[in-house]
């Protein structure tokens, strides 16, 4: 099925539903939930999706796993999704939490297969084989970092969440706590405490998630300085420490071929 509502056919008696969706340009879905568990790939382009507990930047051919009945928000850059919604009892392995996921060649094969099904597919033939392949191969992936989370109290979360739209390699620890009015040392401890990283380590990893939509039309050089990167290798260390891979693996070129 493509470019199809979820709510025409999650009455149909199927434990997968595969959904292929083309959105526009910078297409927006606002906080929303699903009765089933979904696998969102992104065939192409870059995903933001939010939760109340944390943002997840899903990388070009990459996918994100999101429990049911979880509410979230997703911001589309030039993205063709591939879906599978899920009845949860047919999933009880799934993540309590969002988890980014890499979509190697056979899963990539069997999403484009599925999503030409129609809603009530034969469970005995070639659709239902390949519905529960998927399944099987979902369970081996092994979950990529690319999030940082969100504080459960509503000023450490505006702060995040402003950083995230905006970046700024210049904040620093004592700026923040001012504009909570605490101390630097109250509210460092209290970050922590709510986000399991320093103020610092948080910011790092959210400029360098910040990165990887820049990456799709902008060069290694040009992203990290926009960041705050004082040259193009800093940039791609730091990079790849934190992801395990270099950001030219996400420039327009790499993904392209």
Aim: proline share 9%.
């Amino acid at each position: 099925m493509k470019n199809v509502p979820l709510a025409d056919v999650d009455h149909v008696d199927r434990a997968v539903l595969p959904i292929g969706t083309d959105y526009p340009p910078g297409h927006v879905l606002d906080w929303h939930e699903h009765r089933r568990a979904q696998f969102l790939h992104g065939a192409t382009g870059v995903m933001v999706v939010d939760t109340a507990e944390g943002t997840w930047t899903v990388p070009p051919e990459r996918a994100v796993l999101i429990p049911p009945a979880t509410r979230h928000h997703v911001r589309m850059l030039g993205v063709s999704t591939r879906s599978l919604y899920i009845e949860p009892h047919a999933v009880p392995w799934w993540p309590a939490t969002c988890t980014v996921v890499d979509v190697p060649p056979l899963l990539r094969e069997l999403l484009l297969a599925a999503v030409e099904f129609d809603a009530d597919y034969s469970l005995s033939g070639r659709a239902g084989s390949i519905a529960a392949l998927l399944l099987y191969e979902i369970a081996e992936r092994a979950p990529l970092p690319f999030h940082v989370g969100i504080p459960a109290s509503a000023d450490l979360a505006h702060l995040c969440r402003a950083y995230l739209s905006a970046p700024d390699p210049d904040a620093t620890n004592a700026a923040w706590a001012a504009s909570t009015a605490m101390s630097e040392r109250a509210f460092t401890r209290r970050f922590r405490s709510e986000t399991g990283d320093s103020p610092a380590v948080w910011r790092g990893r959210a400029r360098l998630l910040a990165a990887v939509p820049l990456l799709r039309t902008a060069s290694v050089s040009e992203v990290g300085a926009r960041i705050g990167y004082a040259s193009p290798a800093a940039f791609t260390a730091a990079f790849t420490r934190a992801f395990g891979m270099p950001p030219s693996r996400f420039t327009a070129r790499s993904t392209a071929t």
